[in-house]
């Protein structure tokens, strides 16, 4: 069981190796490895924006919580219900 897990990071290894010294070698590739970032970047956009605004409402969400919590409420705008939400909360 041992010898296997060895031999498999040893494989991973030589491997990691060889991507490296292949990074560095003659011939670079500069136009192709462009070419591949520009079509997986047009493809990714809307995924990034999408998962970009999810993401910052969801701390959003998260943070103003702790925010009213321990009274930041120069950084915050708090309405009457806001207040009354978060009072039942924390009681």
Do not use: C
Request: charged share 20%.
């Amino acid at each position: 069981m041992l010898g296997k897990w060895l031999e498999l990071v040893g494989k991973i290894g030589l491997f990691s190796l060889r991507v490296v010294k292949d990074a560095v070698r003659p011939p670079f590739e500069f136009a192709q490895l462009v070419s591949y970032l520009a079509e997986v970047g047009n493809k990714s956009l809307a995924l990034i924006i999408v998962s970009g605004f999810s993401l910052g409402a969801v701390m959003t969400l998260h943070t103003r919580s702790t925010l009213v919590m321990f009274g930041a409420t120069a950084l915050i705008r708090l309405s009457r219900r806001s207040r009354s939400l978060s009072k039942s909360v924390h009681s």
